[in-house]
């Protein structure tokens, strides 16, 4: 891939590319029980980046979505890959979603519950990771209900239990593991958003850098790297957003 010079100076300034990385999501990346190395569709994918523009490739890992997308925001790293959020859009100029996830409730099998919106009532508190995807959506959309921040995603389960939450919030992935870790614990049926994961650069990059990283998703997604990528890693729960409508 042939850059102009301008262009690659924005994506990569310090020579080489920057990727901020979320462990929060296990969809998106987990550490190698073998290497200790960050590994997943959003590894890939920066790796594939760098490769295209002829750059090495360091990786910036966090723990909570949050975190990723400060770093990104304050241009602490090039790249990373987060929710489209109208919030974040603020400061990160975003492509277009290269994979789909669901985000569902979780509650205990005794709960009266059981819809998705019986939910948003007074009284009820649901647990939410601090920064995360569901918990700039729910900020928005509970009229109702109160909202307890969780430090990370992984553990939003652990405080629901902890603190006799009546919901827990969260990637239907991540809640149906922590359904076989504990017993007496259940999802509702169907799911309350879908999460629309997209690759970002700070906006201050400019629109031709911008362009360059919303055609590259566009290619991953047409050639079929992005769901071979998910089949590779072995996700379950996610699926490859559709191409970009032509304008």
Known sequence: MTLDPAVLQALAPHG?????INLGN???ANTDK???EPVGVSVDLARGFAERMGVGLELVVFDTAGKSVEAVADEKADIGFFAIDPV?????AFTQAYVLIEGSYLVRDESPLTANDEVDRAGHRIAVGKGSAYDLYLTRELKHAQIVRAPSSPTVVRTFLEQALDVAAGVRQQLEADVRQHAGLRL?????????QAMGLPKSRGSEAAAVLRAFVEDMKATGFVADALARHGIQGASVAPGESPS
Do not use: W
């Open 88 to 92: 974040r859009g603020a400061q990160i």
């Open 26 to 28: 296990p969809i998106l």
């Open 34 to 36: 073998t290497t200790g």
């Open 16 to 20: 080489v590319l920057r990727a901020s």
């Open 188 to 196: 509702l049926p169907g799911r309350f958003m879908v999460i629309q």
